[in-house]
T-cell receptor, first 114, second 119 residues
Framework: KAGVTQTPRYLIKTRGQQVTLSCSPI?????VSWYQQTPGQGLQFLFE???????NKGNFPGRFSGRQFSNSRSEMNVSTLELGDSALYLC?????????????FGPGTRLLVL | AQKITQTQPGMFVQEKEAVTLDCTYD???????LFWYKQPSSGEMIFLIY??????QNATEGRYSLNFQKARKSANLVISASQLGDSAMYFC????????????????FGQGTILTVHP
């Protein structure tokens, strides 16, 4: 079974631009979560989607948004990019059938904002 | 709110020896799960092991075991017979849930421990 895939793997943008990242979960997984990883702040939860609905949201400004499609694929969008948005963005999926469910992560998208 | 503390920024171990990576947590929730992930330099987070707060037995997965001490709020990862390929960043994470809650996605991570395995 294919793992979680994320596209693109690397991205360079300039301040003020917007960016859209894509995540395809493991087949059959219904929950998709997004995380931001930076050297200074570590791994921080962005949001979680389940059945096309945002179920949980981390403490990030409104510039960060996401959505989930009927096939469980998810996208996250960052508008008006800032230098501090440079990070590794990780997507994770799970079956979401129980509380002990493990999240499986994709390889991440490395975003550099210049 | 949940908090994970990993006090060892870096650890060194000789190949074939065992190593323990420390993790303490703080939560007021009664139900929670603890996870360990490995992150090689490539960036992908690899799931290693899971322990539920009500599990009576310590979790084991191959060379990985979790030393769970609920009263001390610690969930240390033990890697036996270290291999060169074990060199990576290791993260402890937790997920807590309120009664009737439906969110499964939010993991809280520690700062990580870089493990270096020497030949």
């Amino acid at each position: 079974k294919a793992g979680v895939t994320q596209t693109p793997r690397y991205l360079i943008k300039t301040r003020g631009q917007q960016v859209t990242l894509s995540c395809s979960p493991i087949s059959g997984h219904r929950s998709v979560s997004w995380y931001q990883q930076t050297p200074g702040q570590g791994l921080q939860f962005l949001f979680e989607y389940f059945s096309e609905t945002q179920r949980n949201k981390g403490n990030f400004p409104g510039r960060f948004s996401g959505r989930q499609f009927s096939n469980s694929r998810s996208e996250m969008n960052v508008s008006t990019l800032e230098l501090g948005d440079s990070a590794l963005y990780l997507c994770a999926s799970s079956l979401a059938r129980g509380r002990s469910e493990t999240q499986y992560f994709g390889p991440g998208t490395r975003l550099l904002v210049l | 709110a949940q908090k994970i503390t990993q006090t060892q920024p870096g650890m060194f171990v000789q190949e074939k020896e065992a190593v323990t990576l420390d993790c303490t947590y703080d939560t007021s929730d009664q139900s929670y799960g603890l996870f360990w992930y490995k992150q090689p330099s490539s960036g992908e987070m690899i799931f290693l092991i899971y322990q539920g707060s009500y599990d009576e037995q310590n979790a084991t997965e191959g060379r990985y075991s979790l030393n769970f001490q609920k009263a001390r709020k610690s969930a240390n990862l033990v890697i036996s017979a270290s291999q060169l390929g074990d060199s990576a960043m290791y993260f402890c994470a937790m997920r807590a849930w309120e009664a009737g809650g439906t969110s499964y996605g939010k993991l809280t991570f520690g700062q990580g421990t870089i493990l270096t395995v020497h030949p």
